[in-house]
């Protein structure tokens, strides 16, 4: 059971270049979140999903987009990267119910913007 | 605006030593507080508090949750070198609008030999 699966581990991006961080989840889960984790503040949710089809924005959604196609899937997308996202993100999935399902993170991707 | 602080930020001890880790906290419409441990990668979860002065305890490791005073302790006992790590306290809070959690800034706990 792999449980949370984020891909790639590494990336370093050059100032206005694009990527996307795939996550995949194989709990059947029906929410997933991206966070990010800077030295100092901890984690900062980006952006989250109630179900398949649906996103919404968390405390620091500016410069990333995110998309929910399938159950098992959570994208984040940046369109245009900036040193300031140079950080560790981390997908995380749970039923929705936070007393029923504490969240199950995945091992994270270090994003090194220059 | 919700936040959760932890305290203190940074903690080196000896192995055998016994620790005690802060949460306080100011979230709109408290439901629960988290505590997480995180070694090089993906946090992992130690304990749900919901109810005042209720410990929950796992071997070496005790929290428990003040909700008139807005703070948590996570002791742990008999230090292992096993025990560093980054300690995160999360509260489940409003985030335009949704219920979800707000986390702290962790603490760097480096047990030493």
């Known amino acids: 059971n792999a449980g949370v699966t984020q891909t790639p581990k590494f990336r370093v991006l050059k100032t206005g270049q694009s990527m996307t961080l795939l996550c995949a989840q194989d709990?059947?889960?029906?929410?997933m979140y991206w966070y990010r984790q800077d030295p100092g503040m901890g984690l900062r949710l980006i952006h989250y999903?109630?179900?398949?089809?649906?996103?919404a924005k968390g405390e620091v959604p500016d410069g990333y987009n995110v998309s929910r196609l399938k159950k098992q899937n959570f994208l984040l997308g940046l369109e245009s990267a900036a040193p300031s996202q140079t950080s560790v993100y981390f997908c995380?999935?749970?039923?929705?119910?936070?007393?029923?399902?504490?969240?199950?993170f995945g091992n994270g991707t270090r994003l090194t913007v220059t | 605006e919700d936040k959760v602080v932890q305290s203190p930020l940074s903690l080196v001890v000896h192995e055998g030593d016994t620790v005690t880790l802060n949460c306080s906290y100011e979230?709109?419409?408290?439901?629960?507080l988290l505590w997480y441990k995180q070694e090089k990668k993906a946090p992992t979860f130690l304990f749900m508090l919901?109810?005042?002065?209720i410990e929950k305890k796992s071997g070496r490791l005790s929290s428990i949750l003040d909700k008139k005073e807005l703070f948590s302790i996570l002791n742990i006992t008999a230090t292992q070198t096993g025990d560093s790590a980054v300690y995160l306290c999360?509260?489940?809070?409003?985030?335009?609008?949704?219920?979800?959690?707000?986390f702290g800034q962790g603490t760097r706990l480096t047990i030493n030999p």
């Open positions: 995380a999935s749970n039923t929705g119910s936070l007393r029923d399902s504490p969240l199950h």
């Open positions: 709990m059947n889960h029906e929410y």
């Open positions: 999903s109630v179900g398949e089809g649906t996103t």
């Open positions: 979230v709109t419409n408290f439901r629960s």
């Open positions: 919901t109810s005042s002065g």
């Open positions: 999360a509260v489940e809070g409003i985030i335009q609008g949704a219920q979800k959690l707000v």
